[in-house]
């Protein structure tokens, strides 16, 4: 059942009971609304308490419904017979209680939460706005100025904010019993939202959401939608906001940007732990950690871990390289007490537990050791043999960005210990965590690489042994295309315009200065011997970077850069000139839509070589990186998500038009041309086994 219906002297107990967060699907619905009509009828029946487990109330509706048309009773009707139900309805809150969740909460004459409860309305996180009520009875009952904070930010609030703000009633370790305790005559006196007077307008509360709203989520609608919403109850009838409400989320439940976005929550959730390693393997134990080099990635690791509550030794070289790494983690403890993400108490012993040392010793005991040293084979190769007897129980694993690991393991007597664990940087901001499977890692080792995702809340890729791994690889030919639409025509700031205008936060080259143009030169030159000599190869970056323009650490870069902020610099766009005039091209005016359309060509064909070679499992994966890493936007689905939305016959016929010209660096993807002959789709492609 799930619903449970229970009996407590003269009150019914209505328990939502439909495992694992109590989704608001049809089932709930239908049994909810008979449950409640008996409840209703039956004379002995004084009060009604809507609860769910002692985990969860509801997590809302059942998104995996979205796609079909809506089944009665619709949620919003429900919601209104809740609150017009002549006994008094009660939530008794424990743990979630989220979109839809809240949105029957807030039908209730009275809410109780207990002190894990989390009260909010994501909606727009899924592409859609509250379609129950929400956005007309919230503001009703809290104002316009938060209603507009908690639905176009998605943001759950903990019970004590929630009282504060008179979402909720009261906060009690059991509110099942102080639900049953609650006088009746306080109950039934309660005004109902749906009469309840339309709030005072707040107009800039509205304009701070809304621009609040086009920074942290880009170019999404729904955030847009949700604040009209919540504007108009100012001067609206309830029953004309209730209508405009239910068009709106029926309208964007099936855009595209909803769709996009419910791929992406759904693909978050499949990544985790795979169930035939579950089952092939134990929980890993992963209290002590190490990392080896405390650098900039190296420190952020470290910080993330001991954030998610893991012990943490740090090991550099000698003494005065072990002083810079506590260095780069006093500047991350100093960051989040700025943040206000720490107390001075969390800050002060954060470092002191954090343990920063110039020797391989007392690492026997260690779970797992994570090398973040410099990106050179042989450095890493003698590390692991040294770790492979200092840390003889741990899973060792590397932070490389490009070196093969499984060259790496052969300096080790038992190579299946060892595993990729591929960062971004900040490490212990940005989400994604390449899991890399060498060909000699075992079942134990890459579980580790899960369970580790999942204490530090990263979302974990697998991905094979290849030069970039997933992201960097697809990452690198999105950049090598730009270069040549340098070459022919474009400035960097059109290009970065153009991916901005896509739904990219930052272009290519505004990020390239950001996190410097350095080690992908360093990379370049690594590379240069092995290089396909037939393969365009645009030196401007290298020239920039020659001339120690190295992004905005040194001032200079794609851009340059002062007290004003970023700016276009007329030297840059020189030096291209130059080495358009001396490759011999003819420069060109470049259309935004070309460049985007070049970019996407360039990052999807990629992407399918890496399908198709076995690198990376899904077209989900792929999407999870580009999102997660390289900032590909949320509401676009990903990049193949996306490319599935151009459709592969479209695609095979643009690339065949590029490679015409330039045959080596558009060399179509086999998948692409398999998928555009059988009418297939990224999403629905799996690697046939070989
Ligand atoms: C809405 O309410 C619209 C209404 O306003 C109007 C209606 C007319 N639907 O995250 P977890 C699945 S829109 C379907 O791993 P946790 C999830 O996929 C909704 N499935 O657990 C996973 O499946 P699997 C607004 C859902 O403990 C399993 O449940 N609400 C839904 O880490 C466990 O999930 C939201 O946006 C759903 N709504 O976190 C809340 N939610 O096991 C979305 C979860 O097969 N949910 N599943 O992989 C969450 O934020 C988290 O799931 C929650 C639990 C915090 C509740």
Not at 112 to 125: C, D, S
Not at 364 to 388: C, N, S, Y
Not at 480 to 506: H, K, Q, V
């Amino acid at each position: 059942m799930a619903v449970d219906f229970e009996t407590s002297g003269s009150a019914a107990i209505l328990r939502l009971n439909r495992p694992p967060v109590n989704a608001i699907a049809a089932d709930l619905r239908q049994q909810l609304q008979a449950h409640l009509r008996a409840a209703l009828a039956d004379p002995k029946i004084e009060r009604i308490i809507l609860t769910g487990s002692e985990k969860i109330f509801a997590a809302g509706a059942d998104a995996a419904e979205f796609d079909a048309p809506p089944i009665e009773p619709h949620l919003p009707d429900l919601v209104a017979e809740i609150e017009q139900s002549s006994k008094p309805v009660i939530a008794a809150i424990y743990g979630a209680a989220l979109g839809g969740g809240l949105e029957l909460a807030l039908a209730c004459r009275w809410r109780i939460a207990a002190p894990n409860a989390r009260l909010g309305l994501p909606e727009v996180i899924l592409g859609v706005v509250p379609g129950a009520g929400a956005t007309q009875r919230l503001p009703r009952l809290i104002g316009i100025g938060p209603a507009l904070q908690m639905v176009t930010t998605g943001k759950p609030l903990a019970p004590q904010k929630a009282l504060s703000i008179g979402l909720i009633d009261a906060v009690e370790a059991d509110p099942l019993a102080a639900a049953l305790a609650q006088d009746l005559a306080t109950l039934l006196a309660r005004p109902l939202l749906a009469e309840a007077p339309n709030p005072p307008a707040d107009k800039q509360a509205g304009i701070e959401a809304r621009q609040s709203a086009a920074r942290k989520m880009r170019g999404q609608d729904a955030p847009q939608r949700a604040a009209d919403l919540i504007e108009m109850t100012s001067d609206t009838s309830f029953a004309d906001g209730i209508k405009a409400e239910r068009e709106a989320f029926l309208s964007l439940r099936q855009s595209p940007q909803c769709r996009a976005l419910r791929h992406i929550f759904f693909a978050e959730r499949a990544a985790r732990t795979p169930g035939w390693l579950k089952k092939a393997t134990q929980p890993a134990s992963l209290q002590k950690t190490a990392v080896i080099g405390g650098g900039t990635m190296g420190a952020a690791i470290a910080w993330a871990l001991d954030q998610a509550g893991l012990e943490v030794c740090v090991v550099e070289m000698d003494e005065s390289a072990a002083e810079r790494a506590s260095s780069n983690l006093a500047r991350l403890a100093a960051a989040g007490l700025k943040r206000g993400l720490l107390s001075q108490e969390a800050h002060d012993s954060a470092l002191t537990r954090i343990i920063v040392q110039a020797s391989f010793e007392n690492l026997a005991e260690t779970d797992i050791v994570i090398e973040a040293v410099f990106e050179d084979m042989a450095v890493k190769k003698e590390l692991f043999a040294k770790l492979e007897t200092a840390a003889p129980s741990a899973v060792l694993a590397s932070n490389t960005s490009y070196l093969d690991i499984d060259e790496m393991a052969s300096a080790l007597a038992d190579p299946s210990r060892l595993l990729g664990l591929h960062f971004f940087s900040p490490a212990h901001i940005m989400k994604l965590l390449e899991v890399v499977r060498a060909s000699q890692t075992s079942d134990l080792a890459l579980r580790a690489g899960f369970d580790l995702a999942e204490k530090l809340r990263k979302t974990p890729v697998i991905t094979g042994v290849c030069d970039g791994f997933i992201g960097n690889r697809i990452n690198f030919r999105m950049r090598e295309s730009a270069d040549i639409l340098l070459l022919s025509g474009s400035i960097p700031t059109e290009i970065d315009e153009a991916m901005r205008a896509f739904g990219y936060a930052m272009g290519p080259y505004e990020t390239q200065d950001m996190s410097g143009l350095d080690i992908s030169w360093a990379t370049r030159k690594r590379k240069a011997a092995t290089r396909d000599p037939n393969r365009p190869y645009v030196k401007i970056a290298d020239r920039m970077c020659e001339s120690g323009r190295l992004g905005r650490k040194t001032g200079t870069g794609w851009y340059r850069y002062d007290m004003g902020g970023q700016m276009e610099d007329p030297m840059v766009e020189d030096l291209i000139l130059e080495e358009s005039r001396l490759a011999g091209v003819e420069r060109r005016v470049i259309p935004e839509a070309e460049i985007q359309e070049t970019l996407l060509l360039a990052m999807i064909n990629e992407a399918a070589h890496i399908l198709g070679e076995g690198m990376a499992a899904s077209g989900a994966d792929i999407d999870l990186v580009m999102v997660h890493g390289f900032g590909f936007p949320r509401w676009r689905g990903g990049l193949a998500w996306h490319a599935d939305q151009i459709g592969a016959k479209s695609i095979h016929a643009s690339l065949k038009k590029l490679a015409a010209d330039e045959p080596v660096l558009w060399e179509i993807a086999p998948l692409i041309t398999e998928l555009a002959a059988s009418g297939g789709s990224f999403a629905s492609w799996t690697k046939s086994p070989s």
